[in-house]
Structure formats: structure tokens, C-alpha cells
């Protein structure tokens, strides 16, 4: 089991930035990639950013490219996302998911945290 606690989010405005950290608990957390989704009201979740277990393979959401940055610390048990240059269509709950390998299908991630809400105004 891994337990997953989001924290970082708030509301900002357009052109913002904020930082979400996902720390995580129980099972070694280097054993496992580790993705980022968001959930906007009457939308789907949709795949943001993923990294490998060591930090070295990253992807992204093509609409997030560029203004998002996905990081790990394995000595501290936490991933973070970097959010720059924020837009109003980027407001929605962010969830932090840990799975076996990184994949923009939320399907291959065991473990979810309880989300943290981004509110970015124009």
C-alpha cells in the first residue's frame, strides 16, 4: 500500500504560478512511477504529467508543455509539479497517482491521493 497527500494548490491569477507536492507513505517510493491528473467539474480526469522511478523519463500533456514541470525527490518520498504561466481552462483538482511504469493512462496507476484544487482567474 502507498498513501498519496497532495498539497500546494490555491487560486491564482492567469499567468500565475504554484507548486503541487504529492508525498507519499508506506512502500518504498522509489519503486514506483509516478503520474499527475487533473479533473475539471463535468470533465473527465486527464493525464497532466508523468516521471519514471528514478527521475530520468518524463512526459507531459501537450497542453501543458513547456508552463509544467514534473520533479522527484526519492529521498524525501515526494513529487512535485511545477505549474508556470497558468490559464483559466488549467483550473481543475490535481491528483498525484503512483503506478508501475509512467503512462498518460490513469488504468496503469494503483494508487491515488484525494486531489488538491487549482483555481486560476482571468
Known amino acids: 500500500q502507498v498513501q498519496l497527500v497532495e498539497s500546494g494548490g490555491g487560486s491564482v491569477q492567469a499567468g500565475g504560478s504554484l507548486r503541487l507536492s504529492c508525498a507519499a507513505s508506506?512502500?518504498?517510493?522509489?519503486?514506483?512511477?509516478m503520474g499527475w491528473f487533473r479533473q475539471a467539474p463535468g470533465k473527465q480526469r486527464e493525464f497532466v504529467a508523468a516521471i519514471g522511478r528514478s527521475g530520468g523519463d518524463t512526459i507531459y500533456a501537450a497542453s501543458v508543455k513547456g508552463r509544467f514541470t514534473i520533479a522527484r525527490d526519492n529521498a524525501k518520498s515526494t513529487v512535485f509539479l511545477q505549474l508556470n504561466s497558468l490559464k483559466p481552462e488549467d483550473t481543475a483538482v490535481y491528483y498525484c497517482?503512483?503506478?508501475?511504469?509512467?503512462?498518460?493512462?490513469?488504468?496503469?496507476?494503483?494508487?491515488w491521493g484525494q486531489g488538491t484544487q487549482v483555481i486560476v482567474s482571468s
Open positions: 497517482a503512483a503506478g508501475a511504469w509512467t503512462s498518460e493512462s490513469p488504468s496503469f496507476y494503483l494508487y
Open positions: 508506506g512502500r518504498t517510493f522509489s519503486s514506483y512511477a
